[in-house]
């Protein structure tokens, strides 16, 4: 059984950084592409930055140059690096992969940005 279990969320003001953990169990991390998704009150699930099992990376537009999503095969664990962190990035943070056809979902990581 896949479980995907974030951490990490937290209330920052403008400006300021945070790290969120993904830590994966019941699959061959490696082999999988990773996914942070994110979804804010009243708005539909948007993907916010990808990674491969080559380690290749993409970005949702608005997060490019801010956010930085990296893995961690050993540890089976993916991350997301947040810096200058605005307003609009409020939202709750989800871990995600594609394993045998099936999504599988943390259980999100709430994060908040407010002065």
């Known amino acids: 059984q896949v479980q995907l279990v974030e951490s990490g969320g937290d209330l920052v003001q403008p400006g300021e950084s945070l790290r969120l953990s993904c830590a994966a169990s019941?699959?061959?991390?490696?082999?999988?592409?990773m996914y942070w998704y994110r979804q804010a009150p009243g708005k539909q699930r948007e993907l916010v930055a990808t990674i491969t099992d080559g380690g290749r990376t993409n970005y949702h537009e608005s997060v490019k140059g801010r956010f930085t999503i990296s893995r961690d095969n050993a540890k089976n664990t993916l991350y997301l690096q947040m810096n200058s962190l605005k307003p609009e990035d409020t939202a709750v943070y989800y871990c995600?992969?594609?394993?045998?056809?099936?999504?599988?979902w943390g259980q999100g990581a709430q994060v908040t940005i407010s002065s």
């Open positions: 019941g699959m061959l991390f490696r082999l999988y592409t």
């Open positions: 995600n992969t594609i394993y045998r056809g099936t999504y599988y």
